[in-house]
């Protein structure tokens, strides 16, 4: 035996084999090292003695080794088949076993993981998911920073961080997109008029972004240059397949969009729809089109600026550099405001406007006014589905520790005849976790009727809401991860007081009720403490939300508001040369 300890010690390839012997299952332990270094030893043998042997012998004989790793993990479903595969079959039999139970907690279960999955996936939308655009992680926004913050620039401020950095490969601008009146022309129908939601956006827009056309081309910085012989437009594959049924021969078109003529040179990829959240955008033209009296006026601000950071550069270097760009533009426009015999700006005024500065947000997750419009909320939203989640896990731990106490006497036989405490334990909580996935397959069912239940009552911001709530790795690991959290939550409790028996009295034929309820009796309290409090404490929140509402509802608006219809005229450019009608 002493033999053995020093020759693991002394000869590294026999304690690898011990060490990866760890992985194996018990039973088959022993065969598996005895077989394992009976080779290694013959093999040594070969070679000669292990302190004999030179330095590339000695590498090749642990090399050799290391194919017990790969057998070693060959015997792992075996070790699966043995335990975890045992413990799920179990789990499954008790189950039906207690179908009322199960029914009950599955459907208390996929209500609270539902919720939390519908209200994740909004703020996975919104707050999270990742632009498809080519390396989203190196996107940086432009944001205004001073006493009130702004997400907006001027054309010629555009200009200046377009030419004048070295730390962004490129920096790309977007104008908010708007309803327009679009026509064919008049060879291909133009009597058919619709509305089509435009974005106008600077000529690398797509170069920079990473995007490439999924027929003909996207623009180029040609395209938006003054004097520019064509007006070009690039349009979304929803729409390209919605109004020209996916026909090649879309590219080269001409329409008419607010009674200017324009040429479609391609379609973007399927799940491009720009930078925007929340607004997709049927087709994209270039800046020029706004012409010169918007793009040259410094105080109207109505740009989104994004740009992409160089490899070699951060942000902090890049948010000095266009800071230090932007300050010189602020200088110019308080020179030239204070040389205005019109001005009225006053001291305070003025130090407002020159103490602004730039800061950068990450750009990868796109830009919308619908963040900081339903931030709060939503973490409001979450924060409440959470603790509805924790009152289904109080709900079904009472469930489990009643079914515990039932099952008294199978848990005592058991540890009697040597089973472990903790394997007592993990099968348990394999029961409770099975019981949580169960509910989290039909909760991402709820989820998603949810989520899109709760999309309609957002309000909608220059058009209908458009976000995309499929499920995806985000939405599906977070529901697996509350699955999971759930489970062992839930039915840790119940485990460990239901492991916790005094043998003698528990393998007795006749126990009284009254005392095995008297034992669970603590547990039971504080988990019913528990659920009645949340459950108040959400009660009162949705009376005071719902008189907050009733409130709302009852403002005096100034007129009357039933049946009162919003709507939008689109009178073209030509209607003051048209005859009045009554």
């Known amino acids: 035996m002493l033999e053995s300890r020093k020759d693991g010690l002394t000869k590294p390839h026999l304690w690898l084999i011990r060490v990866i012997g760890a992985i194996v299952t018990r039973r088959l332990r022993a065969d598996w090292r005895q077989e394992w270094e009976a080779e290694l030893r013959y093999r040594e043998e070969l070679l000669t003695e292990w302190e004999r042997l030179d330095w590339r012998n000695k590498l090749d004989l642990l090399r050799r080794s290391l194919g017990a790793f790969w057998d070693a993990l060959l015997l792992q479903p075996r070790r699966m088949e043995d335990e975890m595969f045992q413990d799920l079959r179990f789990g499954v039999r008790m189950m039906l076993k207690h179908k009322i ?268 006014p619908l963040r900081d419009m339903f931030k709060k909320p939503l973490l409001i939203l979450m924060t409440l589905v959470g603790l509805a989640q924790l009152i289904a896990c109080a709900n079904v731990a009472n469930l489990l520790l009643a079914r515990a106490v039932t099952r008294r006497k199978e848990i005592a036989v058991r540890l009697a005849i040597g089973a472990g405490r903790f394997r007592l334990m993990r099968q348990l909580l394999t029961e409770s976790i099975l019981l949580t996935f169960l509910g989290a397959a039909m909760g991402l069912l709820f989820a998603q009727w949810g989520a899109h239940l709760l999309l309609t009552f957002l309000p909608q911001y220059n058009g209908p809401i458009a976000i995309n709530l499929e499920l995806n790795t985000h939405v599906i690991g977070f529901t697996l991860a509350v699955s999971l959290l759930t489970g062992l939550l839930a039915g840790l409790a119940p485990a460990l007081r239901a492991t916790r028996l005094d043998l003698a009295s528990s393998l007795k034929e006749q126990v009284s009720d009254s ?31 719902a008189r907050s509402l009733q409130n709302l509802k009852n403002l005096d608006a100034g007129f009357d508001r039933e049946n009162v219809t919003l709507f939008e005229l689109d009178l073209g450019s030509d209607y003051p040369n048209c005859a009045r009608r009554e």
Do not use: C
């Open 101 to 368: 139970l199960t029914i009950v907690a599955v459907l208390s279960l996929a209500l609270g993981i539902g919720a939390n999955t519908a209200i994740f996936s909004l703020i996975d939308a919104l707050l999270l998911r990742m632009l498809p655009v080519a390396e989203p992680q190196r996107l940086a926004l432009f944001t205004i920073a001073g006493r009130q913050s702004e997400d907006v620039f001027p054309y010629p401020f555009y200009q200046k961080f377009r030419d004048r950095n070295h730390t962004f490969s490129g920096v790309i601008a977007a104008g908010g997109g708007g309803r327009m009146r679009l026509t064919l022309s008049e060879s291909e129908g133009g009597a058919r008029v619709e509305s089509a939601r435009g974005q106008m956006v600077s000529g690398n827009f797509f170069s920079v972004l990473g995007v490439n056309a999924a027929l003909g081309r996207t623009m180029v910085e040609d395209d938006d240059r003054a004097g520019s012989q064509q007006a070009v437009a690039v349009i979304s594959y929803g729409f390209w397949q919605r109004r020209f049924g996916g026909d090649p021969a879309a590219v080269g078109k001409r329409i008419t969009l607010d009674d200017r003529p324009f040429t479609i040179i391609g379609v973007a990829p399927p799940k491009f729809s720009g930078f925007e959240v929340g607004g997709v955008a049927d087709l994209w033209f270039p800046l020029q089109i706004a012409g010169d009296q918007a793009l040259s006026n410094r105080d109207g601000s109505w740009l989104i600026v994004m740009g992409r950071l160089r490899s070699e550069a951060n942000v902090t270097q890049a948010r000095a550099e266009i800071d230090v760009i932007f300050q010189q533009e602020l200088a110019q426009d308080a020179a030239r405001h204070a040389a205005r015999s019109d001005s009225k700006w006053t001291e305070a005024e003025r130090r407002d406007f020159l103490e602004r500065h730039i800061e950068l947000q990450p750009g990868g997750a796109g830009w919308t």
């Open 515 to 545: 005392n095995a309820a008297s034992k669970r009796l603590p547990l039971n309290k504080i988990l019913v403490v528990a659920q009645v409090a949340l459950s108040l404490f959400l009660l009162v929140g949705a009376g005071l939300f």
